[in-house]
Each structure stands twice: as C-alpha cells, then as structure tokens.
C-alpha cells in the first residue's frame, strides 16, 4: 500500500502534462486509459499504470502541444482504487496546467465463472469520483486584446467530475460527466463563457479469437448542456503472448464532431502500438479531413506507459 501511494505521489508531482482543451477530451490514446475520460476506471484493473503521453497538434502551424502523466492503482486486499493525473496543455494565447486526484471504488459481481486470471474482476461495478484544480494563464495576442493590463494574467479554476464504469466478461462501458462547478476566469471577462457540464458515455466489446488474439469495436459519444456532440467509433485489433512477454495492436478511429459549423468536423486516426513485457509504447496520427489538412503536417502523439504486472490484456 505504501509503495502504491509513494507512486501516485510521484506521478503528481512530476513534470505537469495534459489532456483536455476546455471541455472536451483531445487525447487521441485514451483507449489505453480510460480513466482520463472516467474517474471509476482507477483501480478497476489489479494492476498499476504508469502512463506518459506528448501530443503536437497541427505541426507546421504553432498548433497547441499537450503532455501528460497519470498513474492508477488498487489497493492491496481492498476495492479501492487511486489515480492521479498532471497535465499541460499550452497555446499561444493560453495556458493550463492542472491536475487530479481520484477516489474510486468496486463492487466485485462474479460468482464463479473464470474468464480472466482474478475471477472477481469478470463482472464489477465501479463508482468513482474526482478533485482537479487547473491553472489558466492568459496572454494577450495581437488583435484579441487591447487592454494593456491584461497582457498576461492567471487564475486557478476547481472543478469536481464523478463516473461509473461496468464490465462483464468482454463487455466494458461507462458513464461520467465533468465541470460539476460552474467557473468563469475572472480575467477573460465576457471573452470566456462557462466550462459548461460535460457528459462523456463509451462503451466496446472483446471479441476473443484465441488465447492470443482480439479484436475490440468501441464507441465514444460526449456532449454538454449546450447541445456540443461529439462521436467516436474505433475498432482495434490486438495480438498479445505472455509465453513470449510480447504483443501489438492496431487500431483506426473515426471521430466525428457534430456541432453545426465546426470547421474541423471530422478525423481519421491511426494508432499502432508495442508491448515488450511491461512496457508499452504506441503512436497516434490524427488527420483531420478539411482544409486544414493540407496546411499542416498533421497532428502526432506518443504514449510511453509502464504496468507493475505483465498484462493479461492490454490495459483500458
């Protein structure tokens, strides 16, 4: 227990990285980690991840660049889970960097059928809930703002987000919603409206071919109070031996933006990833399918992640 909470400590601590732009979730990777999305998932697995990720969006046009950190774990002979994050999500203009802490717990709902190695974990209900303060630091670009004294100023901004999350053999899905306190930054007077409530809901399945190999279809819908929709349908395949501590995954994501007028609606993203024994790394392309994608070199992230365990699956 105590090594598990001298780690999640560490990982608060270190360099801060990131994951959201406001509301909604630009972390291409969060298929390997779901807690980004929903507090409930720390500590659902019997198993610690480490996970390290740096994002460059929109190379060639001074896009915005995002790093983050998070840990999860679960405590010894206990259903409880911790998490924790540290993030970094820099424009030219703004600047926020924060972090969480989570508290989940699990209702093990097993009774007796083995499907994975801990039978307790092939049916479990999970509840979590979250604290996250962010710092925003604001600086003034040439034409947004004419206001010498507001050339460059911060704020911290609380917010409170809860989940639940459910498995059941392959099945996995979850419900969470983010921004429970209503915060306008002060120092963006009318030019920054409210982190509105923000709703995120994904569910997939794993279809077992073997002891070996899956293939796991997934979709993601998140929306807020203002009518804001986003979708997401992936399919990814994976090949994964413990008798030679090696495995690998393919996966293609489509993303599709619904709100009327968004100028980068719709996405295609490629991600292909590594497992050599603990150690995973991956690597995300997102090519958004407008106009822009001619002007750009496309958006990349990498995803450096260590698991105290050798993986039965791929984490989630």
């Known amino acids: 227990m105590k090594k598990n909470i001298l780690m999640l400590v560490a990982a608060m601590c270190a360099l801060a990285t990131g994951v959201f732009a406001q509301q909604r979730p630009i972390y291409d990777q969060y298929h390997f980690n779901y807690y980004l999305l929903n507090p409930a998932v720390a500590g659902a697995e019997r198993c610690s991840h480490l996970m390290l990720t740096g994002k460059q969006s929109w190379i060639g046009k ?5 790093y983050l950190l998070s840990y999860r774990t679960r405590l010894n002979t206990k259903n409880i889970g911790l998490g924790g994050y540290i993030y970094n999500d820099h424009t030219p203009q703004f600047n926020y960097v924060g972090g969480q802490f989570t508290f989940a717990y699990h209702i ?3 009774n007796g059928s083995r499907y994975s190695k ?3 974990l092939d049916r479990q209900l999970s509840f979590g809930v979250s604290a996250r303060l962010k710092y925003l630091h604001y600086t003034a670009v040439d034409g947004f703002d004419d206001d010498p004294a507001n050339e460059t100023d911060g704020e911290i901004m609380p917010d409170v987000n809860v989940g639940v999350y459910y498995t059941s053999y392959g099945f996995f899905g979850g419900l969470s919603f983010t921004n429970l306190i209503p915060f306008k930054p002060a120092i963006l007077g009318d030019t920054y409206d409210y982190d509105n409530l923000t709703g995120f ?5 794993d279809f077992d071919f073997n002891e070996f190999q899956t293939l796991e279809p997934s979709a993601n819908f998140n929306f807020d109070v203002d009518g804001h929709m986003q979708m997401e349908l992936n399919l990814k ?8 501590n090696f495995g690998w995954w393919a996966q293609l994501s489509y993303r599709h933006v619904l709100d009327p007028g968004n100028v980068q609606p719709l996405s295609l993203i490629p991600i292909v990833g590594l497992r050599f024994n603990k150690f995973q790394l991956a690597y995300a392309f997102n090519l958004t399918l407008n106009e822009l994608a001619s002007k750009t070199y496309g958006t990349h992230e990498l995803m450096l992640a260590y698991s105290f365990c050798v993986p039965h699956r791929f984490c989630r």
Do not use: H, K
């Open 108 to 110: 093990p709902l097993s």
């Open 237 to 244: 395949y994976m090949q994964n031996d413990q008798l030679t």
């Open 62 to 66: 001074d896009g915005p660049s995002t």
């Open 118 to 120: 801990r039978v307790e």
């Open 201 to 205: 809901l994904f569910a997939g399945y």
